[in-house]
């Protein structure tokens, strides 16, 4: 019985170390100044500051990969959230969404936030700074309604 347990720990300890040669691409995609949320949409500080700390990292170009980025699993994980969340609403390219699309955006962004859904818990259990505070939620949403308003009802 001993020997089954060492021969599967080594058999484990091989294929975690195995795995570390299977790495996902972290490069983050190129950004064009103009296309970011900054410059097309006005963001005061304290809303800056909140989607610095809560969301670029999944939602924009300009991801900081964390050093759990280099250790397998977790960098498999990681990528697939970036991707996801990228895909999903992507602050590094706001400049060429549509205004139709600019609102529902900004609409879910206010939802997700007010559920709990936003930031993803598994980013908060690291990165707790990235939890946002009731006041935070509603200043998250206070300025997308200020936004959504700014675009008006024009459906393009």
Same mark, same amino acid.
């Given at each position: 019985? &001993?020997?089954a347990v060492?021969?599967?720990?080594?058999?484990?300890? =091989? /294929?975690?170390?195995?795995?570390?040669?299977?790495?996902?691409?972290?490069?983050?995609?190129? =950004?064009?100044?103009?296309?970011?949320?900054?410059?097309?949409?006005? =963001?005061?500080?304290? =809303?800056?500051?909140?989607?610095?700390?809560?969301?670029?990292?999944?939602?924009?170009?300009?991801?900081?990969?964390?050093?759990?980025?280099?250790?397998?699993?977790?960098?498999?994980?990681? /990528?697939?959230?970036?991707?996801?969340?990228r895909r999903?609403?992507?602050?590094? !390219?706001?400049?060429?969404?549509? /205004?139709?699309?600019k609102r &529902? @955006?900004?609409?879910?962004?206010? #939802?997700?936030? @007010?559920?709990?859904?936003?930031?993803?818990?598994?980013? #908060?259990?690291?990165?707790?700074? *990235?939890?946002?505070?009731?006041?935070? !939620? &509603?200043?998250?949403?206070?300025?997308? /309604?200020?936004?959504? *308003? @700014?675009?008006?009802?024009?459906?393009?």
């Amino acid at each position: 019985m &001993k020997k089954a347990v060492l021969i599967v720990i080594i058999l484990l300890a =091989v /294929a975690f170390v195995a795995i570390q040669f299977i790495r996902p691409d972290f490069t983050n995609p190129p =950004v064009v100044e103009s296309e970011k949320l900054e410059l097309n949409a006005e =963001v005061p500080p304290e =809303v800056a500051k909140i989607l610095n700390t809560s969301c670029m990292d999944c939602h924009s170009n300009e991801t900081v990969y964390p050093w759990y980025s280099k250790i397998q699993p977790s960098a498999w994980f990681l /990528a697939d959230h970036i991707t996801e969340g990228r895909r999903e609403l992507n602050l590094s !390219v706001w400049g060429k969404y549509e /205004a139709r699309r600019k609102r &529902k @955006k900004l609409d879910e962004m206010c #939802t997700e936030v @007010k559920h709990g859904e936003m930031p993803l818990w598994s980013y #908060t259990v690291i990165h707790r700074e *990235a939890s946002l505070t009731e006041q935070q !939620v &509603k200043t998250l949403c206070d300025w997308t /309604a200020s936004e959504i *308003a @700014k675009l008006g009802d024009s459906p393009s």
